[in-house]
């Protein structure tokens, strides 16, 4: 469970709030919302650790794949596709692969 607090009372006691982030996350909010997040640096190390993590599909085996391709979207996440239409086409290099 995370604490929400104000700039301001964070400004007045950050000793208390670093200890408290150690527990949870602390959300700091600035005229009412949510702006900043204080927490454990272990937590901060985990997380970035799994935005580093790449799979590659290469590596994915025939069950997996035919899994990939029978997977349907959940009806309620069909706006998802919507931000899809936005998105730039993709890079060729000069032999006319993907970059």
């Not at 997996?64 to 309620?76: L, Q």
């Given at each position: 469970?995370?604490?929400t607090v104000t700039a301001a009372a964070v400004s007045?006691?950050?000793?208390?709030?670093?200890?408290?982030?150690?527990?949870?996350?602390?959300?700091?909010?600035?005229?009412?919302?949510?702006?900043?997040?204080?927490l454990a640096y272990e937590d901060f190390v985990r997380?970035?650790?799994?935005?580093?993590?790449?799979?590659?599909?290469?590596?994915?085996?025939?069950?997996?794949?035919?899994?990939?391709?029978?997977?349907?979207?959940?009806?309620?996440?069909?706006?998802?596709?919507?931000?899809?239409?936005?998105?730039?086409?993709?890079?060729?290099?000069?032999?006319?692969?993907?970059?």
């Open positions: 469970m995370s604490t007045k006691n950050f000793g208390a709030y670093q200890d408290a982030a150690v527990r949870d996350p602390v959300i700091i909010t600035k005229n009412g919302r949510p702006r900043t997040v204080l997380l970035s650790k799994r935005d580093r993590r790449v799979d590659l599909t290469a590596e994915l085996g025939s069950d997996e794949i035919a899994a990939v391709e029978a997977s349907e979207m959940e009806p309620d996440l069909d706006h998802l596709n919507d931000e899809l239409s936005g998105s730039k086409p993709s890079r060729r290099n000069p032999t006319g692969q993907k970059a």
